[in-house]
């Protein structure tokens, strides 16, 4: 591990069970993305079972199509502003 927390959170290499430094190992015949082993202080290793991505600071609704999205609903909504305003301005004189 290369960092370790019981309080935070953080994306990529870290363990809230393990300490810093703790090491892991592949498994022969068994994919990273099932299992690894955990060398435990004593030197027992532990099959470590993957159940699935960490995502803690990826927020679900902010991913690439929805950022476009709102950049293309306030692009539109400038563009009918300005349209309004530029249909009042002419309306007057």
Avoid at 38 to 49: L, P, S, T, W
Wanted: charged content about 25%.
């Amino acid at each position: 591990m290369t960092s370790y927390s019981d309080m935070e959170q953080y994306r990529g290499n870290f363990s809230n069970a393990y300490r810093e430094g703790t090491k892991y190992f592949s498994i022969e015949g068994i994919s990273t993305e099932e299992a690894i082993a955990v060398q435990e202080e004593d030197g027992r290793f532990i099959k470590a079972h993957r159940e699935g991505e960490y995502t803690y600071g990826e927020n679900e609704y902010w991913d690439e199509d929805s950022v476009f999205a709102s950049l293309m609903i306030t692009v539109l909504g400038l563009l009918l502003v300005i349209f309004v305003i530029g249909y009042f301005v002419k309306k007057r004189n």
